[in-house]
Nanobody, 117 residues
Framework: QLQVAESGGGLVQAGGSLRLSCVGS???????MGWYFQAPGKQRELIAAVSSLGPYYADSVKGRFTIASDNAKNTAYLEMNNLKPEDTGVYYC?????????????WGQGTQVTVSS
């Protein structure tokens, strides 16, 4: 069972901000972490990640979203600014970083973000 817990989602107006949290437990090391986004009716996609190779941001979030972490708390964060209605969906974190998340079966419950226009 994947030992991460996402939180911090909610309802926000366009242009607003949210900070999502991802708490790792057990053997999960948050130094390598991917953030994934699944819009309604669409496949899950990698939008941001941090690893030994450095940070990655998808074009859709570059300049608006930032990954941060607190190693002492084993917690990763996704700071989301200037949110848009198209950012509405479920966000997941996963220490397994992949551009094909639809091929992977182990996920947490995710956290819902709704951006109103």
């Amino acid at each position: 069972q994947l030992q991460v817990a996402e939180s911090g989602g909610g309802l926000v107006q366009a242009g607003g901000s949210l900070r999502l949290s991802c708490v790792g437990s057990g053997s999960v090391n948050i130094r390598t972490m991917g953030w994934y986004f699944q819009a309604p009716g669409k496949q899950r996609e990698l939008i941001a990640a941090v690893s030994s190779l450095g940070p990655y941001y998808a074009d859709s979030v570059k300049g608006r979203f930032t990954i941060a972490s607190d190693n002492a708390k084993n917690t990763a964060y996704l700071e989301m600014n200037n949110l848009k209605p198209e950012d509405t969906g479920v966000y997941y974190c996963n220490p397994f970083v992949t551009f094909t998340p639809y091929t992977y079966d182990h996920w947490g419950q995710g956290t819902q973000v709704t951006v109103s226009s």
